[in-house]
């Protein structure tokens, strides 16, 4: 299996309008991105960012109204589906409901007219590879849906094809099974050093697996980075809300040395705080705060009123009122420290290192 990097060049997608008062949609608006061989990227976003409509042109179920789409040095814009070196898992599974397991993996080999033997060494070895060994002969209703989902990335898989597309592929499971098959999928891309492309709206899906992330938003891309980086460093408040849960504090800022200022929040300084924004000394800005970077204590930095105090196994989740924001609190680890009760006056304190301003 040789993967191939994928590079797009200011991809448009315009669809036209049906009837009179529809007006046509922009669903990909000037795209460009770079996808390394054997990276894992996905374009994370919400419902209606054009992150199918980007996949599916590299698929090439649909063609580019502008820009060029190549894989490794080929230009593909006009190649048809089957030409290019890509294979997709669509969210549906899309799997040959007569045919047994086998013959839906089978089937791509046969067209291209392997030989029966060669077929058979190939099967052998995705079979095992996902997990499917002693379910050849199954009927494909007979499968439950994480099955029929191995069956779906055995027959992408085995076509060994330069990038690997996926649509939402684990939308339709449970979240037991999300969880698995998410850790199974990256697996195996890693074993075989597959480029992948996927898709998907589940911010923990594109955290755990992503090598990079690519949040869209209208058309366009927001911002691409590592997990780490569009978590701790969103390049605005969508990013910010879109990955994770985020408490957003107005302050204004007192002080600006290079990219870090000090803030003042309702009356009190916070020192020292990471910053991407643009603001001088006076102008407003916004502080990008973890729930899990704030913890309630006897002293502090803020006062604060609690609103309520709930015990979440893991964390004890706190909200607690701070002028006229509520700020959501993660206590981590809650067993051994001192819980608090909704209607107490405490203190909020921050994890200054990891804030980020705004
Ligand atoms: P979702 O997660 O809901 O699938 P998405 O981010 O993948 O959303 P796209 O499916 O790429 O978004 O759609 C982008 C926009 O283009 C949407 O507004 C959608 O309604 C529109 N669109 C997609 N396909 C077509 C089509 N064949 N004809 C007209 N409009 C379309």
Redesign the pocket.
């Known amino acids: 299996m040789s993967s191939k990097g994928v590079t797009i060049k200011n991809l448009v ?1 315009v ?2 309008g ?1 009837g009179l008062h529809e007006k046509e ?1 922009r ?2 608006d000037d795209v460009s991105l770079t996808i390394e061989p054997g990276e894992f990227i996905t ?1 994370l ?12 042109m590299i698929a090439g179920f ?1 063609r580019p109204t502008a820009g060029d789409i190549f894989l490794g040095d080929e230009r593909i814009n006009q190649m048809s589906p089957d030409k290019r070196d890509t294979a997709m898992v669509f969210q549906s599974y899309a799997l040959f409901p007569n045919y047994n397991v086998w013959d839906n993996i089978a089937y791509g080999l046969k067209l291209k007219k392997l030989s029966g033997q060669e077929i058979q060494g190939k099967l052998e070895g995705i079979l095992k590879l996902v997990g499917l060994t002693g379910l050849e002969k199954r009927a494909i209703n007979q499968l439950s849906g994480g099955q029929q989902q191995r069956v779906a990335l055995a027959r992408a898989l085995v076509m060994e094809p330069g990038v690997l597309l996926f ?2 592929p684990l939308s339709n499971l449970d979240a037991q099974l999300r969880v698995q098959m998410r850790t199974e999928i990256r697996k195996i891309q890693k074993k075989l050093g597959i480029t992948a492309i996927y ?1 998907t ?1 589940d911010q923990s899906e594109a955290m755990s697996m992503s090598d990079r992330i690519v949040v ?1 938003k209208n ?1 366009r891309i927001i911002q691409a980075g590592s997990p780490k980086e569009v978590y701790y460093h969103p390049r605005d408040l969508f990013v910010a809300s879109f990955l994770g849960t985020a408490n957003f504090l107005k302050g204004e800022i007192r002080r600006r040395e290079g990219d870090h200022i000090d803030v003042c929040l309702n009356g009190e300084i916070v020192p020292d705080v990471e910053y991407g924004g643009e603001g001088k000394p006076g102008d407003p800005c916004t502080l990008v705060i973890r729930p899990e970077a704030c913890h309630i204590a006897e002293q502090g930095l803020i006062p604060v009123e609690l609103t309520l105090s709930t015990f979440m196994g893991s964390y004890q989740y706190y909200e607690a009122k701070c002028g006229d924001d509520t700020v959501m609190v993660h206590e981590n680890n809650p067993k051994n420290k001192k819980e608090y009760q909704a209607g107490e006056n405490r203190y909020l304190n921050l994890d200054i290192a990891d804030i980020y301003g705004l």
Not at 45 to 56: E, M
């Open positions: 997608k669809f036209p049906r949609m669903a990909v374009l976003g919400p419902s209606g960012c054009g992150k199918t409509t980007t996949l599916r649909e649509d939402e898709v709206h869209m058309g």
